[in-house]
């Protein structure tokens, strides 16, 4: 079954807390990527990964930081979370450029 | 760079209605699109792409798509809806050289289905 998992879905954190977020793929996908969603922007890239150790900045890397150790996972960091990260984060993956796969999500509050 | 906008924010139709879904965008080069759907509460789903070939895309669950050169266009189109289309729809637009690297997705159209 192809499926893209998150980790946790929701989270609530203080400001200047670390922040994990952990995403997996059982598709053996090379390419995964983080993205946010903010009402009315649509989705903003903030990493992409072309595979293990292999990632690149998309387009708002500022205030986070990548780990792909494994193919199948991909995490997004944040480092003292700063309240304008309040936000909902989605894992994708994909074969090269093609169609991607979403992962259901995680709503982050931080406080 | 390119961009994409998606004129309509909020979309509403009677079930069994036809509905038109727009996506304009702007790019010099060969382009990639696609039409993603995002039930509430939940991650985005594949409908459809172009980037080559037949204007005319078929998706999953009768949605298609027509690419329009001419008018910069990549517009969605469903003939006969079901309340189950009730969701946000996302178009997104990539250079076909970067992939999904330079990806840019529309701030989406909430299509709302009254029975």
């Known amino acids: 079954d192809m499926k893209v998992t998150q980790m946790p879905r929701y989270l609530i954190k203080r400001m200047g807390e670390n922040v994990l977020l952990e995403c997996g793929q059982d598709m053996s996908h090379e390419t995964m990527y983080w993205y946010r969603q903010d009402p009315g922007l649509g989705l903003q890239l903030i990493y992409i990964s072309y595979d293990v150790d292999s990632n690149s900045e998309g387009d708002i890397p500022k205030g986070y930081r990548v780990s792909r150790k494994k193919r199948e996972h991909f995490s997004l960091i944040l480092d003292s979370a700063k309240t304008n990260q309040t936000s909902v984060y989605f894992c994708?993956?994909?074969?090269?450029?093609?169609?991607?796969?979403f992962g259901p999500g995680t709503r982050l509050t931080v406080l | 760079t390119q961009t994409v906008s998606q004129s309509d924010a909020h979309v509403t139709v009677f079930e069994g209605d036809s509905v038109e879904l727009r996506c304009n965008y702007s790019?010099?080069?060969?382009?990639?699109l696609s039409w993603y759907i995002q039930h509430h509460g939940r991650g985005l789903q594949f409908l459809l792409k172009y980037y080559s070939g037949n204007p005319v895309v078929q998706g999953v669950n009768g949605f298609e798509a027509e690419f329009s050169k001419s008018d910069s266009s990549f517009h969605l189109r469903k003939a006969s809806v079901h309340w189950s289309d009730s969701a946000v729809y996302f178009c997104a637009v990539s250079p076909l050289n970067y992939g999904n690297e330079k990806i840019t997705f529309g701030a989406g159209t909430k299509l709302t289905i009254k029975p």
């Open positions: 994708a993956s994909s074969f090269a450029g093609d169609e991607q796969y």
């Open positions: 790019y010099g080069g060969s382009i990639y």
